[in-house]
């Protein structure tokens, strides 16, 4: 069954650790995004990418590093993890723009 | 500046009864709008959308209303079930550009 998988659930982290968030999706999608939200907010788009090789910032400046070495792969990297990056991180991938499968999210917490 | 408004952060509404779920937004170049629906603990998933070129769009028990002129769109569920009580993400997008979000309504369906 095509869907978008993401790991950890969730990850409590001390601050100055490096972690990477995985996110996958085998629905062969060219268009990936990641995007984070805390409760009672919007979505804030952090990266998003339309292929292999291609990554752009979003609209929200992020710390975090992505890439996309396969099409179905595109982890998010935190090189130091601090608590103000503590928050909800969702991953999505769309074929059309305007209908985006998210996975189920990660949630980070940094002490 | 928020360019999608949900400014109800949570509504509740009996089982059986009409749910009404409000948008605004400021952009007048928006040509596509999105209602999300997401449940804890998952990632949202997509529910009804609309063209800018309608004024409304039914899928089953979920009608979205669009009042271009008023910039206001609405999300009808009717009737309203318990498995509906989620927090709903009105969306909207420029062509092939990024998805912008608000910041959600939690709708509470009382028995």
């Known amino acids: 069954e095509a869907d978008i998988y993401q790991t950890p659930r969730y990850l409590v982290i001390g601050t100055g650790k490096k972690i990477t968030l995985e996110c996958s999706q085998t629905?062969?999608?060219?268009?990936m995004y990641w995007y984070q939200q805390d409760p009672g907010m919007e979505l804030h788009l952090i990266h998003y990418?339309?292929?292999?090789?291609?990554?752009e910032k979003g609209d929200l400046s992020s710390e975090s590093t992505v890439s996309r070495i396969r099409t179905e792969h595109f982890p998010l990297t935190l090189e130091s993890a601090r608590p103000s990056h503590t928050s909800q991180y969702l991953c999505a991938s769309s074929e059309v723009l305007n209908e985006q499968f998210f996975g189920p999210g990660t949630r980070l917490t940094v002490l | 500046d928020q360019q999608v408004k949900q400014n109800s952060p949570s509504l509740s509404v009996q089982e059986g009864r009409i749910s009404i779920l409000n948008c605004d937004y400021t952009n007048s170049m928006f040509d596509y709008f999105l209602w999300y629906k997401k449940y804890p603990a998952e990632g949202p998933t997509f529910l009804i959308s609309?063209?800018?070129?309608?004024d409304k769009n039914e899928d089953g028990r979920f009608t979205v209303f669009l009042n271009k002129s008023a910039k206001h769109l609405s999300l009808h569920i009717v009737p309203s079930q318990p498995g509906d009580s989620a927090v709903y993400f009105c969306?909207?997008?420029?062509?092939?550009?990024?998805?912008?979000f608000g910041k959600g309504t939690r709708l509470h369906i009382l028995p």
């Open positions: 609309i063209s800018s070129i309608k």
């Open positions: 990418s339309y292929g292999v090789n291609s990554t």
């Open positions: 969306a909207a997008s420029v062509g092939d550009d990024k998805i912008i």
């Open positions: 629905m062969g999608h060219d268009k």
